[in-house]
């Protein structure tokens, strides 16, 4: 019959209308500013950098590495390398960022920073409220506000988080066995040197006994 | 007392008036006629536009606007403020004069409708003996506005929504002109308050509205199609499609003149929804004998707002029409339909009292209207889509 397709749609939007007075569950909305809905842990929205420890200068993850700051396709990324060093999480020297500021209003969220960061130095933040009254200023985030704690990244992106913490404490094991084994093995040098000398000069006292254990693989 | 309250506002212009000599007298009474309607019509549509929004998410499972005032009732104020201190920008290529005028041509043109709509019981600015004529005179120059709005951008959104708008009103008017054309034919007055006494009868508490008899009713939807389409309003709202033209005709306007747009519409509505109630749910006249007590013009306000309501309603439930589908349906359907519905007038008109009337009109609508429907819905010209040039 011609005209039923109408009627059965506003009999359908006609309960929609009444029932939504009735039944809260049908309102799909919420009052954002009131009420908010937890954002889900995969969201993105605006990198930040990530720092270990209290200290936010001294722990930050960054090595100034500008990798980043090169693959960011629409340029929003400013870094300048510092001129000296300072060790990382493994006790490295390393440069640090002496400036690194992200425009807000030119980043597109792409997480292609992160992507290729390869110090695990920069995430994504789910912070979505931006606005400001200095679009100048207030737009573009220096270091310091992008600094944002490792116990924050845990608290925004918890599964990622954990996984990025087994990952470097991997790499700083594996770091510190090699510095050991490297350790040891110019202690064995060093050893088997004064071994030789010993046995160039046999007057000379008892040999230093060899290390027992080996380290790690 | 009821009587009273039912011409409460006559006996408030004649007192009024009274304090003047009687040679201003007259046309004191009709300026503050129009002093009335001015200001109730633009503070119905203010009403309107925030229960239209309110509406239209609770039909969607929304709340609707609820942070300007009480229940977001002064969001119409902020709405007012904001157009009123917005830039108004005129295309540097665009015909100013016409650009200028285009709003002011609708909302003068849709004001003047009002001068004929009785509003209650002796409540009628002109009582025009040709009313309904002068009624669709002036609809038909909203025509000229549209497409004046449209001409004058300068802009191929504009153009088109004109266009558009322009294919559109004129097919539908033809509709509309001829489904009132009926009620013409059984009241015998172009006179709208004396098309409006006519159904103000009752037999055994009912009236005699003309939407009661089955010619009314076919005539009332037909006619409510046609507003539909004259006023531009969803599913008909190709004019403006703002998902295809930006915003069709008025897409170059901004500040108070799009307000202006944006009022003359609403009013469009409210004065075709007025005629509507006059010419088929007994305008003023009350649904039964035993509420005539309540004054007329609660009546008519009421049966307009009960019309609004359904605009919204099907606003929030159909999609857009295609143009060839508009097109189709108003000249393939809708005006076949209204010619015989002219005939089953006539033929209840001189076929006299008795239930014979009732049973041979009806089957002819309701043969004619699944026939029809049948033709209409046969499939045979739907298929998978072919292209000519883009395979």
Known sequence: ?217 | MAANLDQIFILLRDWLVGFLPAALRPATGVVLGVIAIVCVFPGLFALTTVFERKGLGRIQNRIGPNRVGPFGLFQPVADGIKSLTKEDVVPLSANAAVHFLAPLVLVVAVFMEFAVLPIGRNMVLVDMDAGLLFFFAMGAATELSVFMAGWSSRNKYSLLGAMRAVAQMISYEVVLLLSSVAVVMISGSLSLPKIVAAQDQFTNGFPHWYIFTPWGLAGFLIYAIAATAETNRSPFDLPEGESELVAGYHTEYSGFKFALFFLGEYLAMFSISGLGTTLFLGGWSAPFSFLTWVPSWIWFFGKVMLSIFVFIWLRGTLPRLRQDQLMNFAWKFVLPFTLLNLMVTALWRFMGEGWQRWVVCTVILVAAYVVMGRLEMRREHFGPRSYRYAE
């Open chain 1, 1 to 217: 019959m011609l005209g039923d397709g109408i009627l059965k749609g506003m009999a359908e939007t006609a309960k929609n209308f009444f029932l939504s007075y009735v039944s809260k569950e049908r309102l799909t909305t919420v009052e954002y500013p009131e009420h908010r809905i937890p954002t889900v842990e995969n969201a993105r929205v605006f990198p930040f950098l990530v720092y270990d420890g209290a200290d936010w200068e001294a722990g930050l993850r960054c090595v100034a590495c500008q990798i980043c700051e090169k693959e960011c396709p629409p340029k929003c990324i400013y870094i300048e390398k510092s001129t000296d060093k300072k060790p990382d999480f493994v006790g490295k020297q390393q440069f640090y960022p002496a400036r690194f500021d992200i425009d807000v209003s030119v980043c597109m969220s792409c997480q292609i920073c992160v992507e290729v960061c390869p110090f695990e130095a920069i995430k994504m933040d789910t912070e979505f409220e931006l606005a400001t009254d200095d679009r100048f200023g207030g737009l573009l985030e220096d270091r310091q506000k992008l600094a944002k704690s490792n116990e924050y990244y845990h608290s925004i992106h918890p599964t990622e988080a954990t996984e990025v913490d087994a990952r470097l404490a991997e790499e700083k094991a594996k770091a510190e066995a090699k510095a050991k084994a490297a350790a040891d093995a110019a202690a064995k040098a060093t050893a088997e040197a004064s071994a030789a000398k010993a046995a160039d000069a046999p007057d000379h006292a008892q040999p230093t006994p060899k290390p027992t254990a080996e380290g790690g693989s």
